[in-house]
């Protein structure tokens, strides 16, 4: 039987008619029957030639006639023309294009369907081969006004013509609103590229350059600068209305549905490099949805991006601004948990603590209010504390070289820093972590709980004891060891409780509480010491008062011209605990030595086999100056202030050396403590150097030294020895026992007089302050004072010693 039907076939039509016949039947831009004559081919195996044959025709007709035709209706003169002309034109370009290729890709649809793929492929190779800005110039304009076209109508501003008579559409910027016509347009735009399968690589790089621009503007108009509200629900809200705009430009109808030839025309965004170098397109197909779900994430990633960018550059304020912007702390760890980017937060955030920080000009108390909200900025944004450990490393290298950084920390903790209560308030909070707790924590910890560190984590510490410490601990591990503090903090509680004039130490004894409970009862003794000799003179003062107003009873009744003493109150130290106080040299006058004298008698009295050694220069004097026409009352002065005065009520003029001699301090010292009193208008300096008392003064004398305060001396000097002062008479200690090293062994390196310092002093809390660095310093310094000689590391005597 089918021998039969092909022997009809041949007598009905040869292969060449057969063969022109369905070539014309594809070619027609109606479909035509091909049964007959692809039978004929078919029978004869030449079919398989038709997908070839009509390639070969799509390549001559794009090369000869379409893709000429298609720049020269592009390249219509954009000048002449109005935004909406120009939409027009591209538009209808793609359209004739699409009209001119149907036919071809029809007749491929229908004869051999696997070529259709290699046709697409052909028509961008021809049409695209060669860069074309102009191309992607129009297209961009014609995506970027129909996102305002949409954004526009999504805010609720649809609708024909301006808002009012005479104004400018906010959509598509036109006298005459056509933006209704230009969301048609886009939807035709994008169904011809979705048929001809040019939607990814003619609409995703201007798309992403589009999104990406926008981003960059929008973040910059409402986030630069503004700290403290969150940006991500905002972003999130307009994302979604952008998502739509997307869904036109990729029409999710013709993407959820296979393109000619089983393909899709699924487009995907272009991942830049930067925002100016878009780069090439990649090809993922995929269908609308998944299309939509890779431009969400695109944009998501490249709004952390950016974002994380600018907040690197404004970390610094953010940190001084702490906890106001906390919410910018907030939203830059959830971007920066997204991206890759912590090491370039790292490098940025350190430099900018060196270049506006760490230098000269800045207070170490600024220093340290920086510092302190660095550790509660970062802490926040990254909970494993290793941002905090290697950005801060710089702060806590410098604070290291300052002198004062221990004296700022004991005031902030002590609450007596200016402008600085974070510390304090650490300090009294309900329930501190102890340094003793610290370390004992790596015993305590549940293997179960162990989470590793970071990769940028440097291992100097392990993770729970980096995570554990506070503010306190972190300031305090600046030097390695508590001792220093502690010693700081002695000298400063030794310098009020000496300036108190009525033994109130509430405050102290709470700071003290508040110590122990940080750094232990023992390391606290001292302290604990301090005060209860301040309640004990108290005390005594009350005992001795008692017994001088009895005796001076009794002397009254005996002898009634004689005067009382002055009224005296001391403070009594337990020396071995307090800090060591300063040595001045100064003679009292007679009645003062005299009412201590007194006041020693009666102190023996009550404590057995003790007596007192008196600081005559230590302490304050409250007194009255009655002049001629005028009295200062209740002015409260150092010792030398009133011995000063004292011997001017003996005799009213007195020379400076004359002077000096009498108190036996020291000439400078004498001069600077007669300030005061030419201040307040009771002596005046003659020719010579003599002072003599005003004892009259003009009304505007009187009315200028009114408003002087017993401040304006020109120091207040403290009545402990500093830090620095005591530091350098234990590295004068150690120069004993470097000497002594050197006079045996000769010559020893550097690291040999370390080592050795440490074995011999290990006793107190000296040796742990001192490292290497601090050491080789203190050597240089006595190598340039002659005293020591070294070379290559090695050092020795000079040989006349």
């Not at 020719?687 to 009259?696: D, F, I, L």
């Amino acid at each position: 039987m089918a021998e039969v039907v092909m022997e009809a076939v041949e007598s009905s039509m040869s292969l060449s008619e057969a063969w022109e016949s369905t070539t014309a039947a594809l070619m027609s831009p109606s479909p035509l029957s091909l049964s007959e004559s692809l039978s004929v081919l078919r029978a004869h195996g030449v079919d398989v030639h038709l997908g070839p044959f009509l390639l070969e025709g799509l390549q001559m007709l794009l090369s000869d006639s379409v893709v000429p035709e298609f720049w020269s209706g592009l390249s219509q003169p954009q000048n002449e023309l109005e935004e909406r002309g120009r939409a027009e034109v591209l538009v209808s370009v793609f359209h004739t294009l699409l009209d001119r290729l149907q036919p071809l890709l029809r007749a491929l649809q229908r004869v051999s369907p696997s070529v259709l793929p290699r046709a697409h492929t052909l028509i961008r190779a021809l049409l695209l081969s060669r860069p074309c800005p102009e191309l992607e110039a129009r297209v961009l304009d014609f995506y970027t006004r129909s996102f305002s076209v949409f954004m526009r109508q999504e805010g609720g501003e649809g609708g024909e013509g301006g808002d009012q008579e005479g104004a400018l559409c906010s959509g598509c910027g036109a006298d005459v609103c056509w933006c209704r016509d230009a969301l048609e347009q886009l939807q035709q735009f994008s169904h011809v590229l979705c048929r001809l399968q040019l939607l990814e690589w003619v609409s995703s790089k201007p798309v992403t350059q589009i999104l990406h621009r926008l981003i960059e503007q929008r973040m910059e108009r409402h986030c630069r600068g503004e700290y403290e509200r969150s940006f991500l629900t905002d972003f999130q809200e307009w994302l979604e209305q952008v998502l739509g705009w997307l869904s036109k430009v990729f029409s999710s109808d013709e993407l959820s549905s296979p393109a000619p030839g089983g393909g899709s025309a699924g487009p995907s965004p272009v991942i830049l490099g930067s925002p100016m170098d878009p780069g090439a397109p990649l090809v993922a197909p995929a269908g609308g949805g998944s299309v939509l779900k890779q431009w969400r994430c695109h944009m998501h990633q490249f709004f952390c991006r950016i974002y994380v960018n600018m907040r690197i550059e404004e970390l610094f304020s953010i940190i001084r601004d702490f906890p106001e912007s906390k919410a910018a702390i907030e939203d830059l760890k959830f971007c920066l948990e997204r991206t890759n980017q912590r090491q370039q937060l790292l490098t940025s955030l350190k430099t900018a603590f060196e270049s506006r920080l760490l230098h000269p000009g800045v207070h170490t108390s600024d220093i340290l209010t920086v510092y302190i909200s660095a550790i509660k900025a970062l802490r926040e944004l990254d909970p494993s504390m290793v941002i905090l450990q290697v950005a801060c490393q710089p702060i806590r290298k410098y604070l290291r070289t300052r002198e004062d950084t221990v004296r700022q920390i004991v005031a902030g903790l002590t609450g007596d820093a200016e402008g600085c209560t974070d510390l304090a308030s650490e300090l009294s909070r309900g329930d501190p972590v102890t340094l003793e707790q610290q370390e004992s924590d790596e015993e305590t910890t549940d293997p179960e709980d162990w989470t590793p560190d970071p990769t940028d984590a440097v291992p100097d510490k392990s993770g729970s004891k980096r995570r554990s410490s506070d503010i306190i601990s972190l300031l305090v591990s600046i030097y390695g060891s508590k001792d220093i503090f502690i010693d700081e903090y002695r000298t400063v509680l030794g310098g009020r409780l000496l300036q108190q004039l009525n033994y109130n130490t509430a405050r102290e004894i709470r700071n003290v509480e508040l110590l122990k409970l940080r750094f232990g009862e023992s390391h606290m003794h001292y302290c604990e010491v301090m005060l209860k000799d301040m309640a004990d003179s108290r005390r005594i003062n009350g005992n001795v008062r008692e017994e001088e107003s009895r005796l001076n009873t009794e002397e009254s009744r005996v002898n009634t011209e004689e005067q009382p003493s002055l009224p005296l109150s001391a403070i009594i130290l337990s020396s071995e605990f307090w800090p060591t106080l300063k040595e001045e040299k100064l003679e009292l006058p007679p009645v003062v030595t005299q009412a201590m004298e007194d006041y020693t008698h009666r102190y023996e009295k009550l404590k057995a086999m003790r007596t007192l050694s008196w600081k005559p220069h230590l302490g304050s004097v409250t007194l009255d100056v009655e002049l001629e026409d005028r009295t200062i009352s209740n002015l409260t002065v150092s010792p030398i202030h009133a011995a000063i005065i004292l011997h001017f009520q003996d005799k009213s003029e007195w020379g400076l050396e004359e002077l000096s001699q009498t108190l036996g301090a020291p000439r400078d010292l004498v001069h600077r403590k007669l300030a005061l009193w030419q201040q307040q208008g009771v002596l005046r300096e003659e020719a010579g150097g003599r002072y003599c008392v005003m004892e009259t003064g003009s009304s505007r004398e009187k009315q200028d030294r009114g408003v002087m305060l017993i401040d304006s001396d020109e120091e207040r000097d403290s009545n402990t020895t500093t830090q620095s002062e005591q530091r350098e008479e234990k590295l004068q200690l150690f120069w004993v026992y470097i000497q002594a090293m050197l006079t045996n062994l000769d010559t020893m390196t550097l690291e040999r007089i370390h080592s050795m310092l440490r074995m011999f002093v290990a006793t107190g809390p000296v040796v742990t302050e001192m490292d290497v660095e601090e050491l080789e310093a203190f050597l240089q310094r006595k190598v340039q004072e002659h005293q020591l000689i070294g070379s290559m590391g090695v050092y020795r005597l000079p040989k006349s010693k």
